[in-house]
């Protein structure tokens, strides 16, 4: 007789927090774009002197990597980024006014490979 | 170049699927043998069974090293899309183990082996029982290192290592007990009276611990699933979700077992004997267990290939 309700019981101490854990939020797994600096699509006055990128994930230094063209598509960034983290950046060599390109290509340490890319202005 | 792709994804599902379930059965033996056999009893069945426990530790890790070996080859041509004739040169191969995390706990869980292989030679001496043991959670706790939960920044990322430890030391308790408990049967039928006191009092005492094991797999499951699926729809709509749904079913039916085990054979076995006239029911928790380890064996397959998907979560 009281073995019912005592199952009931146990059924919602189950199911209620799948149920809630399932139903909210949102959690990263695996290397996305979290942020840049410059930031994305935005309008610099004078070209960067380096640009960072921020993953969601953890990254593989060795298997990561990042290149800065400029309108013309020549590369201005000075070769191999610098990964720490979930954090990669690159520094640039000094260039003029146009709409530079960022291409990201990571490998996060779960093996997940993701890449992307976005622009920046700089001056007008 | 696709198939290649695939070739690859495969051959990395398959591998992971082997080496964790070995190692989870090394792990596991040497759990149950701690906290179910050990503790029960010191005579000399305890000490049979903890020899032949051994033996299957010995074989589990055989199986584990040769796996693992695999796998770091396999793992380089899935991280560099190339084939593996393209993927096995000494310079893609040691820039994996000396500059990823990858080759990092690959490296820490060598060294945990050959700890454990030792142990496992000089096993009679209790020192070396209890290093073994530290040293086979140490093996199967660092594959969580490996996967999505050691690939994560920030505090959410703590807790779902923390999680996923506990969930692979758990899964690995239960399949490594259910294979511990099938062979504990297989010596008792070879046994006397003294045999079956000690298998009852072992039986009992791994209910315990498959009540625990559960218990951590389900909660630390529902955390993983939140992690890294997100939603129910993510759930119903990506392969990542469908995969997880499938090895949800066989947790089901694996727990159905369990508890057919649990609240209905081993009561009974405990009453066969006190009593000469009751039917021993060795035989179906035995082919219980059996379908319980084949049950866990699938789910670990999926976890081979869940590991080479992109989570659920970010595949909408």
Known sequence: ?????????????????????????????????DRAEPRVGNTVATAPSEVTLWFTQKLEAAFSSMTV?????????????????????VSLRGGGAGIYRVNWRVLSVDAHRTEGNFTVQVGR | MDWQVDRVNGALGIVRAIHFSATAVVAGTLI???????????????????????????????????????WLPVQAA??????????????????????????????IRIVLAIILAVCLAYDHLATMRRVGLLSALGLVAAIAWTGHAGAGVGDLAMLHLAVDVLHIIAAAAWLGGLVSL?????????????????????TNRFSNLGIAAVGTLFFTGIVNARILVG??????????????????ALFAGMVAFAAINRFWLTPRLLLSKESATQSNPVGQITRNSLIEIVLGLAIYGIVGVLGTLHPAIHSL
């Open chain 2, 182 to 202: 099938v062979l504990l049967f297989t010596m008792v039928r070879c046994g006397d009276y003294a045999w079956k006191s000690f298998a009852t009092e072992a």
């Open chain 1, 1 to 33: 007789m009281s073995k019912e309700p005592t199952m009931r019981r146990a059924i919602f101490a189950c199911v209620i927090p799948l149920l809630l854990l399932l139903g909210i939020g949102e959690a990263a797994a695996h290397a996305l774009l």
């Open chain 2, 78 to 107: 899935n991280i560099t899309d190339r084939p593996f004739e393209e993927a096995m040169t000494t310079d893609l191969l040691s820039t994996v183990v000396a500059e990823t995390q990858f080759g990092l706990i690959l490296e």
């Open chain 1, 69 to 89: 063209t400029d309108s013309a598509g020549q590369r201005v960034d000075t070769g191999k980024a610098r990964v720490s983290g979930s954090q990669m950046s």
């Open chain 2, 231 to 248: 939603s129910v729809h993510a759930l119903i709509t990506t392969e990542y979700g469908r995969l997880l749904a499938l090895k949800l």
């Open chain 2, 32 to 70: 149950f043998r701690a906290v179910v056999t050990e503790p029960a009893s010191h005579s000399a069945e305890a000490i049979a069974f903890g020899k032949q426990a051994s033996r299957v530790a010995a074989v589990g890790l055989a199986i584990a090293v040769v796996s693992g070996a695999i």
